[in-house]
């Protein structure tokens, strides 16, 4: 995707798509804009996520707040904001064949640091959801979902990134395709040592909630043997790279919220 940068005063801004940004573009005030017909999905001390209309159409825009002192350094040293990073991110993604949402643009405030990412609006229920409704026969049945997870995994550990959350409300399947859609990027990261490992409690994450929702496991074994094959990794060796990762998510569930796994 071809990038344009706009830079005022205020702050810089980076886009590939005009359209969800195009009243700052016409000089419209940050607050302004950021204000303009929306709905809070969620909101704290360090960051706002919000669907916003501009121009009738729905985007995400998520801002993440520069708080304390040392943030507030690590800003001023030049390393790239959150959102910044999100942004590149996801094009590399849809360079390699996951979907997540296409994102459009970024902006860094220069007075605070505070950075604002600004992606497409999904028409979508995440996965736990829609397990817990209406079950998996829309997607053809558990095999065939989990062995769907299983190759995005796949393309997603090859292009070097692990998500670090992968429970299921962080898939989303999408209204009008039944596309599923990667979300919640802010831990995706692209580890240099240690890489196996990572990949290997990005499935352990999956299996924790599979086994939460009570799906059998021959549909896990499906899923871990459909992983193997589309890495070609020994399968064995899969399940035994998993074995720390889940181990500590497991008793991380039974004493926080008291799963029986």
């Known amino acids: 995707m071809a990038v344009n940068a706009f830079e005022t005063p205020r702050y810089r801004l980076v886009y590939g798509r005009g359209w969800p940004v195009a009243p700052l573009l016409a000089g419209s005030p940050l607050e302004v804009w950021l204000n303009g017909p929306h709905r809070f999905l969620k909101q704290t001390s360090k960051l706002d996520a919000r669907l916003l209309s501009v121009e009738g159409r729905m985007v995400f825009v998520k801002r993440y707040r520069v708080?304390?002192?040392?943030?507030r350094i690590i800003h001023w040293t030049g390393l790239p904001s959150r959102a910044k990073r999100i942004f590149h991110v996801s094009q590399a993604l849809i360079g390699a064949g996951v979907r997540v949402p296409e994102p459009h643009a970024w902006l860094l405030d220069k007075t605070n640091g505070d950075s604002i990412y600004v992606c497409?609006?999904?028409?979508?229920?995440d996965m736990k959801a829609v397990a817990q409704a209406s079950g998996l026969g829309v997607l053809g049945g558990p095999e065939r979902f989990f062995a769907r997870v299983a190759e995005i995994l796949a393309r997603l550990h090859a292009a070097g990134y692990v998500h670090g959350d992968m429970k299921w409300p962080n898939i989303m399947l999408e209204a009008e395709?039944?596309?599923?859609?990667?979300?919640?990027?802010?831990?995706?990261?692209?580890?240099?040592?240690?890489?196996?490992?990572?990949?290997?409690r990005d499935l352990s994450r999956f299996v924790i909630d599979a086994r939460e929702l009570q799906f059998d496991e021959v549909s896990i074994s499906h899923f871990v043997g459909a992983y193997a094959r589309y890495t070609g990794v020994d399968e064995l060796k899969v399940w035994k790279a998993m074995k720390p990762s889940y181990r500590k998510l497991a008793g991380r569930h039974r004493r926080r919220y008291g799963s029986e796994l």
């Open 67 to 71: 708080r304390g002192v040392l943030k």
């Open 120 to 125: 497409e609006a999904l028409n979508a229920k």
């Open 177 to 200: 395709s039944d596309s599923l859609v990667l979300v919640d990027l802010d831990g995706m990261k692209k580890p240099w040592i240690l890489r196996d490992k990572k990949f290997a």
